[in-house]
């Protein structure tokens, strides 16, 4: 990693209403991979610094955070640039306290390691990791979902065999799949250059990296086998694009979890599932932001 951070600032002049515009910056910083953000509240709108790490060249980071802000042609980015040695990680442990998710998970900087909680199962993200730190709301949807459905495994007596993680990102939904109780993991993402830091948390978590295959892939592109759970938290257009091969890999008794979807676009990813072949057994919203969890049609 250089020791620089690209920056982006946006700006909305009053498009979206004050409050939930931070909101939604907030979320397309998350998406797009930031490791910090800076905002500022005009009388007229709001301006947001978006920074990001030097690994990578800064078109990727703005082509990621032009995507997250598509259903919002309002705000605009308003300049781009370089910052010098940055001290992000100071600040970065100020940022990211422990975040309990659903009734069993805490997510936690390694640097609270001495102080995770002994009830809950500890998801160690690196904050400066790829998307997936688990703050964001869209992820939660997932590891709620996902939750729900390992209990209700568990109430019946079964166990989960194989998953496929879809957009892995920092790895969370695989590590949290593999601390839950699924046996394997696939774990895929269109970015090569995030495998190594997902390969990173499975180890800062202590996952036996024979249980994983770490993978650069364009979603279901190419997946063979039969999988109980397919997880996929990325954008709705990728979403729906991936739908057509999810029964291909999924066992006939499995389950897909999709999240990364805000509330607006509900009904058409319904629609577009009902159309590949598979019905929702549960959905979850977290303020604007919903997932679902879909099985094969009877």
Request: with cysteine; proline share 5%; hydrophobic share 40%.
């Amino acid at each position: 990693m250089g020791n620089y951070w690209w920056y982006i600032t946006v700006l909305d002049r009053g498009s979206v209403p004050s409050e939930e515009c931070e909101e939604i910056l907030y979320s397309a910083a998350e998406i797009s991979g930031s490791i910090g953000t800076e905002v500022q509240e005009l009388p007229d709108g709001v301006r947001m610094r978006i920074y990001y790490r030097g690994d990578q060249e800064l078109p990727i980071w703005r082509n990621r955070l032009l995507a997250a802000l598509d259903p919002w042609p309002g705000i605009r980015i308003e300049d781009i640039g370089k910052v010098e040695n940055q001290p992000w990680a100071v600040q970065s442990e100020e940022a990211f306290p422990p975040l309990d998710v659903g009734d069993s998970l805490v997510v936690l900087a390694p640097w609270h390691r001495d102080n995770a909680p002994g009830d809950r199962i500890p998801l160690y993200i690196n904050p400066a990791s790829a998307f997936g730190t688990g703050y964001h709301e869209s992820t939660q949807v997932v590891l709620r979902l996902m939750e729900r459905y390992f209990a209700d495994r568990s109430r019946h007596g079964a166990r989960v065999g194989d998953v496929i993680d879809v957009g892995t990102g920092s790895g969370i939904l695989t590590i949290a799949a593999l601390k839950l109780g699924a046996n394997r993991a696939v774990s895929r993402d269109l970015d090569p250059a995030v495998i190594g830091e997902a390969r990173n948390n499975l180890e800062l978590n202590g996952v036996d990296m024979d249980r994983v295959t770490l993978e650069a892939g364009d979603l279901l592109e190419g997946v063979g086998g039969a999988f109980d759970l397919v997880l996929a938290n990325i954008l709705a257009d990728p979403l729906v694009q991936m739908l057509h091969d999810v029964r291909r890999v999924m066992k006939p008794d499995g389950l897909a979890i999709f999240s990364g979807m805000i509330e607006r676009e509900r009904e058409g990813f319904l629609e577009a599932m009902g159309a590949a072949g598979l019905e929702a057994v549960d959905e979850l919203q977290v303020e604007d932001w919903w997932g679902v969890s879909a099985k094969n049609q009877a």
